[in-house]
């Protein structure tokens, strides 16, 4: 089966995001008469993990 990776998006690559993402909601805020309050939040989780049972990998 091939593998498939997509562009993995970072801490880093949000800083790069922030302004368009921030203008992106203004402009979009601006259609919504009614919107009191708009708040954005983004999380990036990145994690790895192995498993070993006297030197030798597990299987599941």
Excluded: Q
Excluded at 31 to 46: A, H
């Amino acid at each position: 089966m091939p593998s498939h990776s997509s562009p993995r998006v970072t801490v880093e690559s949000l800083d790069r995001f922030r302004e368009n993402l921030r203008s992106l909601v203004a402009e979009k805020a601006k259609t919504l008469p009614n919107l009191r309050y708009c708040d954005l939040r983004i999380e990036v989780r990145e994690e790895k993990g192995a498993v070993a049972e006297n030197g030798a990998e597990k299987g599941s």
